[in-house]
């Protein structure tokens, strides 16, 4: 194993597949009527939040193509909600930790997947966030499992050069080597991992986005109330962009005390750059935001907002916080980084900034206010169109539903 590894690192491919400038969108057209009667699809998160959350369209598309669908996670809150359906089975990681670094607790991990797809031998395994993706990919390798990784952005590690260049990327380039193919959610990733020799060309498939209900998350009226409400929705991270929100809002409300500032979300215990609890109550008691925490359904607080916010600079796929605000007609601020960047035409349905830059957002935000409400109004129009022309489920799944009919067995 660790031959092929070492002479896989030393290789040098002498191009850059012409894939990361490929136009998806007439594929997109096509209509796919899969059928994968008796094959059985092993789905493996970090969380079964994750699959709760944001996999449920392709857990039913995958129902409905006659598959058999076991999803295997860290248990948590939403593991019981993921039974009940006779087609779909869940399975509890008892050793994958999100935030150790520990090799041990790692090699515990592996040993468990390892274990898991020798029992279920299933005909093909789907990995989603960074850690199934590097030690699924090697127990798959093992194991002679088909594996299909989902790279939905690089997320901390991604923002981290140091770390991505010494820890990260060699591991991605190990664990990839016999993947038999990688998705990702927009070219900015795709071309880095060619560039960077992770990968081969004839891996890469690009998928744009991940996805949303256009008819779940439909505009509403807005209750009364502000003329203006931005709303940042998403976990506390700062590499999320969240203090740059905090302190723009109070530079803006100084000058627009009718404007209004929410936020949405809350601290994730998993991630070391998460807001500590005392500062959110810091927040709370001495400036102008009102704050909420994370709920199950974020259509209300969409509906009550104007604007959303996602100052990011944590390594996204396609934000799907920006994708459910499209869709409910909301104008967009967000930074001008891979994955937040494919959702806005600029001065069309929001505008972009730079990273970590506080007087940048707040910019953006008096553009906004300065705006006739006739204008955000159709700037909002133009959000839900782009979302539906580009982002939809019923574009994102086709997709994923041809690349299911184009793979041969081992």
Request: glycine letters at 4%; a positive charge; proline letters at 7%.
């Amino acid at each position: 194993m660790f031959n092929w590894a070492i002479r896989y690192c030393c290789e040098w491919p002498s191009y850059v597949s012409s894939i990361c400038k490929a136009d998806l969108s007439s594929r997109n057209q096509k209509n796919h009527t899969a059928r994968l009667p008796n094959r059985k699809i092993l789905l493996i998160a970090n969380t079964a939040w994750n699959f709760w959350n944001y996999r449920q369209a392709f857990i039913r598309a995958l129902e409905q193509t006659g598959a058999q669908v076991i999803l295997s996670a860290p248990e948590d809150n939403y593991s019981a909600r993921l039974t009940g359906r006779p087609t779909i089975r869940f399975i509890p990681l008892r050793r994958m930790s999100r935030r150790s670094l520990s090799p041990f607790q790692n090699f515990r991990s592996f040993c468990e997947l390892y274990r898991l797809f020798q029992k279920e031998q299933p005909d093909m395994v789907f990995l989603y966030t960074i850690k199934p993706n590097l030690l699924g990919n090697i127990a798959a390798q093992m194991t002679h499992t088909l594996a299909i990784s989902v790279v939905e952005g690089l997320g901390s590690s991604g923002s981290a050069a140091t770390l991505w260049r010494r820890l990260v990327a060699p591991a991605f380039r190990l664990a990839l080597h016999r993947t038999h193919r990688v998705v990702f959610l927009n070219k900015d990733d795709a071309r880095s991992f060619l560039q960077r020799r992770l990968i081969r060309s004839n891996q890469v498939s690009i998928i744009p986005g991940p996805g949303v209900d256009t008819e779940y998350f439909k505009p509403v009226p807005k209750p009364a109330g502000p003329e203006v409400v931005f709303l940042f929705c998403g976990r506390l991270l700062r590499e999320k962009g969240i203090n740059e929100y905090v302190k723009a809002a109070q530079m803006v409300g100084k000058n627009h005390p009718n404007a209004v500032f929410q936020i949405l979300g809350s601290p994730d215990s998993g991630n070391p750059t998460s807001v500590p609890a005392g500062e959110i109550k810091n927040w709370k008691r001495n400036t102008n935001l009102h704050i909420t925490d994370r709920v199950d359904d974020v259509r209300p607080h969409l509906a009550a907002a104007d604007v959303l916010v996602l100052p990011s600079y944590y390594r996204e796929g396609v934000p799907r916080s920006v994708l459910e605000a499209m869709s409910m007609e909301k104008i967009i601020l967000t930074t001008d980084t891979p994955g937040c960047r494919d959702t806005v035409d600029e001065g069309e349905n929001g505008y972009l900034m730079p990273t970590q830059n506080t007087e940048a957002l707040a910019a953006c935000m008096q553009r906004v206010l300065e705006l006739p409400p006739e204008k955000r109004l159709e700037m909002g129009r133009k959000s839900r169109r782009k979302v539906v022309a580009q982002f939809s489920d019923k574009m994102v799944l086709p997709l994923y539903l041809e690349l299911l009919e184009t793979i041969d067995q081992p």
